[in-house]
């Protein structure tokens, strides 16, 4: 059981990237799926989710307008759509899938890091 994250990397602000999360050893398409992050010295936070038919998604308030969470599960993997990137989206970001029949059984990924700098 994986879930692998890549498409992370350093931008300018107001700039674009797409984290994506494919998930192996498991059907994804049973499992919510969620984008958290983790900055240095703050604790890791919720920033997107989508549930596994795709038909609910969450945002925090402060990457709503910017942020866009999909899912393929054909290809057993979620995105993040990354617009206008600020210098505080700046962190490590993790997928995090929940089981929609046992909400105790549940997977994240190793983490991409994300840097926005001038």
């Known amino acids: 059981v994986q879930l692998v994250e890549s498409g992370g990397g350093t931008v300018q602000p107001g700039g674009s990237l797409r984290l994506s999360c494919a998930a192996s050893g498991f059907t994804g398409s049973n499992y919510a799926m969620s984008w958290y992050r983790q900055a240095p010295g703050k604790e890791r936070e919720l920033v997107a989710a989508?549930?596994?038919?795709?038909?609910?998604?969450y945002y925090a308030d402060s990457v709503k307008g910017r942020f866009t969470i999909s899912r393929d599960n054909a290809k057993n993997t979620v995105y993040l759509q990354m617009n206008s990137l600020k210098p505080e989206d700046t962190a490590v970001y993790f997928c995090h899938a929940v089981s929609d029949y046992n909400d105790m059984l549940d997977y994240w990924g190793q983490g991409t890091q994300v840097t926005v700098s001038s």
């Open positions: 989508i549930t596994s038919a795709g038909g609910r998604l």
